[in-house]
């Protein structure tokens, strides 16, 4: 048991450290990653990606970043429709 502002709650769930891997935030992969830079509007690399705030990806290829922008409407619409027909209105 531990206390939390002096209230006694039960054992945690999930004790220790837990292992969690994603293999596009790996660094271990094949090489390089790309970006869609939205101050620029181009492609950028790793050797010379700007800061985060800037960029979508990475992505696995130059032409998927390249894509970046079409790739995100397609779901704005997307969850705008299902939006839509979760509130009862007709797109």
Do not use: F
């Amino acid at each position: 048991m531990w206390r939390t502002s002096g209230t006694i709650c039960g054992d945690p769930v999930a004790a220790g450290r837990l292992a969690v891997h994603s293999d596009l935030m790996s660094d271990s992969g094949s090489g390089a990653h790309y970006y869609w830079c939205t101050r620029h509007h181009r492609v950028e690399t790793d050797d010379n990606v700007c800061p985060a705030k800037h960029v979508l990806g990475p992505y696995p290829s130059a032409a998927d970043a390249e894509n970046a922008l079409q790739k995100v409407q397609e779901r704005n619409e997307a969850w705008e429709a299902e939006d839509a027909r979760w509130a009862g209105e007709d797109r």
